[in-house]
C-alpha cells in the first residue's frame, strides 16, 4: 500500500514571524539618519576659526634657492632658474666655515579672509597636540591678506636691522646711528614736545653715537621722571624735557624713531618668504657665527625663536608650541626659547627635543658654544631655577 504524501520544498517553508515596527523605532531611525546628515554637512561648512600649525624651518647658516628670473637651460618651459645664495652673507670683514644648523622657526596659520577652514578641521586641531584652534580673528584680525603682508615685510626688516646692530655689538663692533623722530607716542610725555624730523643727538647731556648710547641713557631713569633730551633741529641744537614713560624694563622716551645705521661691517639677510620678527635671535647667532673662528656648533643643529633687541634683548614671541615640533620635525636637538615664553614651553616639549631659556643674545651665544662643546647639561630649561 502506498501513501502520498505532501512534500515541503525550501520555498514552501513558511516565513519567520517579524514583529511589527514601532512608531518609536521608526523615529530613532529618521533622527539618527538626520543627525548623521547633519553632522557631514556642518562638517564641510566654513568655521569662524584659525589652526596654527607647525611650519617650515630655515637654516640661517644655509642656502637659499632664489630665482634670478632667467630662462634655465633646459628651455623657457621650465621657467627662471634657481640660484643658492646664503640666507645671511657678510662682506667687508673675514668670515670663517662653519658646520651645524641653526634653524628659525616658523608657524603656518590657515584660515581668515579667503582662506576659511572646515569644523572637521577645527575638531582635529582641538585634539592635535602640535596645532592649536583660536577664533579667526585673534590670529589675522580684521586687516586684509595684502595688509597683513606688508605688516609682516616690516617687521622682518626691523628685525634684520636690530639683529645685525646686536650681532656686531656683541662682537665688539661700533655700530653709529642717526636717530631721526618719525612722531611721537599718543599720550606719552614726548607728545607735544619732540616733532617729527628732530635727530637725537644726547640725553642727560650724554652724547649719542650709537642707538645702545640712548638705550643707557635710560637705564637710570625711574619711569615718570624727567629726562633733557638734546635734539638737531631745523639745523640747530636744541635741549627738550621729556616727561618719561614705563617702558620694556626700562623707561620709555615716547617717542617712535627711524634710525640709520652706519655698518662697520655690510650683512645681507634673506629670510625668503618668511615674515614677522620672529627669527631676530637666530639671524643675530649667524652673523656671530660666521665672524668668529671659532665653529661654535661644531655640527650640532639647534632650532630657536625670539625677537631681538638692539641692545640684545631676547623678546617673546607667538605659537612656540608649534615651533617645538617644527624644530624636532627637521631634525633639531636644541632649542633656544626666550624666557618670556616658558610657561607656554613646559609641557609642551616634543620628545628628542631639549629647550634652552634665554633672555639676552649674550644667553644664547653662551648657549650655542656650550651645546657644540657638549658641555650643555647644566643649561638653563625652562624649569630650572638657574
Known sequence: MTFDRDVLTPDDAPTPFAPPVSPRSVTLGISLLLTAVLAAVLLVLPAPYAIRAPGPTEDALGLLEQSDGSASDSGAADGASATAVPVVQIEGAPTF????????????????PGGDILLGDVLQGWFS?????????????????????????????????????????????????????????PGSGAEGVVEPG??????????????QDLLTGLDDVTPGDDVVLGVERGGEDEDLTVTTGQGD??????VYLEPEYDYPVDVTIRPGEIGGSSAGTIFALAI???????????????????????DGLVGPIGGIRQKLYGA???????????????????????????????????????????????????????????
Do not use: Y
Open 97 to 112: 666655515p662653519v658646520t651645524g644648523e641653526l634653524r628659525l622657526t616658523t608657524v603656518s596659520a590657515f584660515g581668515g
Open 129 to 185: 597636540t602640535q596645532r592649536s584652534v583660536q577664533p579667526v580673528e585673534l590670529v589675522f584680525g580684521e586687516e586684509s591678506p595684502q595688509q597683513q603682508q606688508e605688516v609682516l615685510q616690516a617687521q622682518m626688516t626691523s628685525s634684520e636691522q636690530s639683529a645685525t646692530v646686536a650681532a656686531l655689538t656683541e662682537l665688539g663692533f661700533e655700530v653709529p646711528a642717526t636717530l631721526t623722530v618719525a612722531a611721537a607716542v
Open 198 to 211: 628732530d635727530v637725537v643727538r644726547s640725553i642727560g647731556g650724554t652724547p649719542v653715537v650709537t642707538h
Open 249 to 254: 624694563g626700562r623707561a620709555a622716551l615716547g
Open 288 to 310: 656671530i657665527d660666521k665672524l668668529t673662528e671659532a665653529d661654535e656648533l661644531d655640527g650640532a643643529v639647534v632650532a630657536g625663536t625670539g625677537t631681538m633687541s638692539v
Open 328 to 386: 624636532v620635525r627637521d631634525d633639531a636637538e636644541w632649542f633656544l626659547a626666550p624666557a618670556s615664553n616658558c610657561a607656554e614651553v613646559v609641557g609642551n616639549v616634543p620628545d628628542g627635543l631639549r629647550v634652552v631659556r634665554i633672555s639676552t643674545l649674550a644667553d644664547a651665544r653662551e648657549a650655542v658654544e656650550a651645546i657644540g662643546a657638549g658641555e650643555a647639561d647644566d643649561l638653563p630649561t625652562c624649569t630650572s631655577g638657574s
